[in-house]
């Protein structure tokens, strides 16, 4: 069974860092394409990062130079590093796996940027 | 980047009815996924590619579209259908997803 849990979320002040983890299993972690997507309260949806199974990176212009996307494929972990913390950046962060769609999510962890 | 909106924002239906909910993108695109959110759970994968239902979806589910129109269609709605489609392209970055459509059965 394919799982995805994230961890890592909480309440951070403007300007600051947080790094997410999303622990995988059921499935070649290495061999699949990963992202990170998020929900704001709002429930718009909003893609946030991609890394390729290679390791090549992806980012909209919103989060670029401010968001890291990485993966431990030893311990099957995706991570998102954050930095430069806004209170638009408040969100559910979801992983999920990227097959022909985003075909598993995990259940979110929610960050809150606010002082 | 490309813009998807979505049409109508809420969608009102009485069980046996048939629905159909649209997608407008900004630019030509490829194609179109469709994802299905209840409250309190994750986005779920429903249609991808534009017509290809994902595993466990009914099959009074369809979707088609080409270019910048997009359509899912329910042919008889069933209580359980109750929740927020959202659709998505990724025919170019950045990846980009409509703002739902919220089906309500009466």
């Known amino acids: 069974e394919v799982k995805l849990v994230e961890s890592g979320g909480g309440l951070v002040k403007p300007g600051g860092s947080l790094k997410l983890s999303c622990a995988a299993s059921?499935?070649?972690?290495?061999?699949?394409?990963m992202s990170w997507v998020r929900q704001t309260p709002e429930k718009r949806l909003e893609w946030v990062a991609s890394i390729s199974s290679g390791g090549s990176t992806y980012y909209p212009d919103s989060v670029k130079g401010r968001f890291t996307i990485s993966r431990d494929n030893a311990r099957n972990i995706l991570y998102l590093q954050m930095s430069s913390l806004r209170s638009e950046d408040t969100a559910m962060y979801y992983c999920a796996r990227e097959g022909f769609t985003l075909d598993y999510w995990g259940q979110g962890t929610t960050l809150t940027v606010s002082s | 980047q490309i813009v998807l909106s979505q049409s109508p924002a809420i969608l009102s239906a009485s069980p046996g009815e048939k629905v159909t909910m649209t997608c407008r993108a900004s630019s030509s695109v490829s194609y179109m996924h469709w994802y299905q959110q209840k409250p309190g759970s994750s986005p779920k994968p429903w249609i991808y590619a534009t017509s290809n239902l994902a595993s466990g979806v009914p099959a009074r589910f369809s979707g088609s579209g080409s270019g910048t129109s997009y359509s899912l269609t329910i042919s008889r709605v069933e209580a359980e259908d109750a929740a927020t489609y959202y659709c998505q392209q990724w025919s170019s970055n950045p990846r980009t997803f409509g703002g739902g459509t919220k089906l309500e059965i009466k």
């Open positions: 059921g499935f070649t972690f290495s061999s699949y394409a």
